[in-house]
């Protein structure tokens, strides 16, 4: 790990344990858990660990799942990203359990009338049935929530309900795979016309398949993400490109470069704690 | 059996009755999704608005290419459209910024976003940032670099904010347009911004009808808490939360960037349409229906124009243009896919 790096993680964290998306700002869920799986491994960084780990406990809402921050009492996609971050500690508090039980629960919009499902096919090119994640609960599934929700579950012990899900979600990210490779947000069509791939969600598509489904993971999917996130060049396409590559035991040094001459003197990515703990992540090369 | 006796009198006491229940029924079944509150305040604003309400004043300007003078056509159109003073006010000002693709003009021109933060500078306005919340893009950053607004921020030393992870904060909602909320999460310099300047592109969309000033506020909705894209605004109805998010935001003012607009398959893949036009005002209704005319389109037929205009939010058709002649400057788009306009 970057030592610059760390350091400005370690002196960005919060008081109250978490770390929010710019520093100064309030902690969030996403921003402190993935700043977490950063820190896991590093024994300079046992104490803020340790306080993360604190500060995602008390996020947690009664329902089991969490929101954006500790003001934010809707449960919400952050969830995974927290039973992501707990997966890897001992759990004597339960919080664990509730956050799975929450995402294997949660409500998607579900479209029942033949009419619409037919529009749906027609226009999207997506089979509406097939069960993925929402970002909040009773929206439309999409590409990244089921990514991340796939990553969570995938690292837990399978239990035959985890593993249906799981089996129908890698069913669900092969359905919604844009024509060339790669993914876009949520449909491989719109209205007719194919939609390109981008950059985050083929990153975080391809990171959940190579913990579930590796086999199903396409060249041109690969192919897909390389070129986007040479298109994308911002430090999140690049790092979490890098993750998803490395994970596959592959490497793109002209992207590690660009991501590299992004750090800041402060050692930080763009001073915000989420972009330099991916980043570390990228380095590190899993999740 | 009683032996009824119904006088002409009693049935038509009855008949009007029954008339009054019948209507009553279809008044609350036609408010039922938005709840007859609602439904009977916005339309008694909107009859008000008809009836009384003075015309809103929209600046019109032709300016052929983006190398012209921008800020002197815009300067003209602040005057003429009468638009308050700005001076010592905290802006954000909010181009779209929705994703840079080849040979689709997508974005708000930077030469656009550069004049309008000249005239802040010269009319004196206070703190001034740009900020969007782009729903396609994990990190605005990006777009902000290749759509050459980066430049145009750095010459004039002005910061620039991505929405969607902007320290967001719940605000209660106002004026009843999202039912199931009761606040929106919005970022802190939207919060703490005196006035908001929208500058968008004028261009189709194939949900929305049009895309300009006030689609424009869908980028100010962070990311952070509702997703990429915000599904809960199109859950929430595109129309609905568009006037919903417009109530939050309140003081805004509108300068949309006609002099490329984009027709066709819009918001991303419609084609490039050499305007030279660009249109403003502070009230965001009447410069998106003058916007909407300018491309052709009726705004009658565009879902949130039209709902603005009926629930008195904006004035739709009492519009006074002032500079460039509507009949000289109004093109014919080809709308959007989806049949939103037809």
């Not at chain 2, 719940?170 to 929106?184: E, L, M, N, Y």
Request: some cysteine.
């Amino acid at each position: 790990m970057s030592t610059p790096a760390l350091d400005f993680l370690l002196a960005s964290q919060n008081s109250d344990g978490g770390w929010g998306y710019a520093q100064g700002q309030a902690s969030t869920t996403e921003a402190t858990a993935t700043t977490a799986l950063a820190l896991q491994n590093d024994a300079a960084g046992d104490e803020c660990y340790r306080r993360a780990l604190d500060w995602l406990r008390t996020a947690q809402h009664p329902d089991g799942g969490w929101g954006l921050s500790h003001e934010d009492d809707e449960s919400g996609w952050e969830t995974a990203w927290a039973v992501l971050a707990l997966t890897r500690v001992g759990d004597e508090t339960g919080a664990l359990d509730r956050g799975v039980n929450w995402l294997s629960a949660v409500k998607r919009l579900q479209i029942t009338d033949d009419e619409l499902q037919k529009e749906t096919r027609e226009k999207a090119g997506i089979d509406p049935n097939l069960d993925g994640w929402p970002w909040l609960p009773g929206e439309a599934t999409w590409v990244e929530p089921t990514a991340l929700a796939m990553l969570a579950l995938g690292a837990l012990p399978p239990t035959p309900a985890i593993l249906a899900r799981l089996n129908e979600a890698v069913r669900y990210q092969h359905d919604r795979r844009c024509r060339g490779g790669g993914w876009n947000f949520g449909n491989p069509i719109m209205l007719g016309g194919s939609l390109p791939p981008r950059a985050h969600p083929t990153a975080w598509a391809i990171l959940a398949l190579a913990r579930v489904a590796p086999e199903t993971i396409q060249p041109e999917d690969v192919t897909a993400l390389r070129a986007e996130m040479q298109r994308d060049g911002g430090a999140l396409a690049l790092a979490w490109g890098l993750l998803a590559l490395r994970t596959l035991d592959q490497n793109d040094e002209e992207a590690a470069a660009r991501l590299s001459a992004q750090q800041r003197p402060d050692g930080g990515w763009n001073q915000n704690p989420y972009h330099t703990a991916v980043a570390i992540l990228a380095t590190q090369g899993h999740l | 059996m009683p032996n009824l006796h119904l006088t002409r009198r009693t049935f038509l006491r009855l008949a009007a009755l029954a008339g009054l229940g019948v209507s009553i029924a279809a008044l609350e079944k036609t408010a039922r999704p938005v709840g007859l509150g609602n439904y009977l305040r916005w339309l008694a604003r909107g009859q008000t608005q008809n009836l009384a309400g003075s015309p809103a004043l929209v600046g019109l300007g032709t300016c052929p290419s983006y190398d012209d003078d921008v800020l002197g056509c815009l300067r003209d159109l602040w005057r003429q459209a009468e638009i308050p003073d700005v001076s010592g006010k905290r802006v954000l000002v909010k181009p779209n910024l929705i994703d840079v693709i080849e040979n689709h003009p997508t974005t708000t021109a930077p030469a656009v976003v550069g004049a309008v933060l000249d005239l802040l500078a010269e009319m004196g306005a206070g703190e001034v940032v740009v900020g969007d919340g782009p729903g396609f893009r994990r990190e605005a950053w990006p777009v902000v670099e290749i759509s050459g607004l980066a430049a145009v921020l750095a010459e004039r030393k002005i910061p620039f904010v991505d929405l969607n992870y902007d320290d967001p904060r719940p605000v209660p909602v106002r004026d009843g347009w999202f039912r199931h909320a009761s606040a929106i999460w919005l970022p802190r310099h939207v919060c703490e911004a005196d006035l908001v300047i929208s500058v968008p592109k004028l261009k189709t969309h194939h949900w929305a009808g049009v895309s300009l000033s006030l689609k424009n506020l869908f980028g100010i909705v962070p990311g952070a808490r509702y997703g990429w894209p915000k599904n809960f605004l199109h859950i929430n109805g595109i129309p609905t939360s568009i006037l919903g998010l417009y109530q939050l935001v309140r003081p805004m003012v509108a300068v949309v960037d006609g002099i490329v607009g984009m027709e066709g398959d819009g918001p991303l893949f419609g084609a490039a349409v050499p305007h030279g036009v660009l249109a403003a005002g502070a009230d965001p209704v009447a410069v998106d229906s003058t916007c909407a005319r300018l491309m052709g389109f009726d705004p009658q037929k565009v879902g949130y124009l039209w709902l603005a205009g009926w629930a008195g939010v904006g004035q739709v058709d009492r519009v006074a243009t002032r500079g460039g002649s509507m009949e000289q400057l109004r093109r014919r788009y080809q709308a959007p896919p989806g049949g939103t306009l037809t």
